[in-house]
T-cell receptor, first 113, second 114 residues
């Protein structure tokens, strides 16, 4: 089944403890992206990747890192999480440089205390 | 900032057509109109997109005005499972490094009622 998977789906952690949220797609898509969703602010793009080894900042990149060593994986790294990074995170992928439809993962709900 | 304006909420009777409007008066010639929906904190789901011409797929129809300043998403026979937040998004094609960005606004919360 074609899909985007994220792990973990739920995470509660403490301030400053490094964490990684994984994202994987099995559709051989070039483009991948991370969004966060907060009440009243909608979905905002954090980082995106047009292809392997090509990443760029979205609208809210502060406090996050990404890497794209393989086409299928696009992990989101929080080196020192803070409470303002408590949010619902979505990974997405798309076949052609981001145009056309984007397929979203099921989301990761992160709470930083 | 989102470049679209949508009503915050709408109701629709089950089995009837749901017509969701969207204004995008500042749309540029190379910008597409996309529609996604999100059901209760699940990942957004692509519905349809278009540039100039009206489009139809198995989920919905997209009607774009001739001046491209507004569009309407039509769900021809709404069901209870269509209750969701619907997002209208305009975005550029593959231009520079902005090709992939989706800028979500607040969307329209559609409630389909029995």
């Amino acid at each position: 089944e074609a899909q985007v998977t994220q792990n973990p789906r739920y995470l509660i952690t403490v301030t400053g403890k490094k964490l990684t949220v994984t994202c994987s797609q099995n559709m051989n898509h070039e483009y991948m992206s991370w969004y966060r969703q907060d009440p009243g602010l909608g979905l905002r793009q954090i980082y995106y990747s047009m292809n392997v080894e090509v990443t760029d900042k979205g609208d809210v990149p502060e406090g996050y890192k990404v890497s794209r060593k393989e086409k299928r994986n696009f992990p989101l790294i929080l080196e020192s999480p803070s409470p303002n990074q408590t949010s619902l995170y979505f990974c997405a992928s798309s076949p052609r440089g981001g145009i056309g439809e984007q397929y979203f993962g099921p989301g990761t709900r992160l709470t930083v205390t | 900032d989102a470049k679209t304006t949508q009503p915050p909420s709408m109701d629709c009777a089950e089995g009837r057509a749901a017509n969701l409007p969207c204004n995008h008066s500042t749309i540029s010639g190379n910008e597409y109109v996309y529609w996604y929906r999100q059901i209760h904190s699940q990942g957004p789901q692509y519905i349809i997109h278009g540039l100039k011409n009206n489009e139809t797929n198995e989920m919905a129809s997209l009607i774009i005005t001739e001046d491209r300043k507004s569009s309407t998403l039509i769900l021809p026979h709404a069901t209870l499972r269509d209750t969701a937040v619907y997002y209208c998004i305009v975005r550029v094609g593959l231009v520079g490094n902005q090709g992939g960005k989706l800028i979500f606004g607040q969307g329209t919360e559609l409630s389909v009622k029995p």
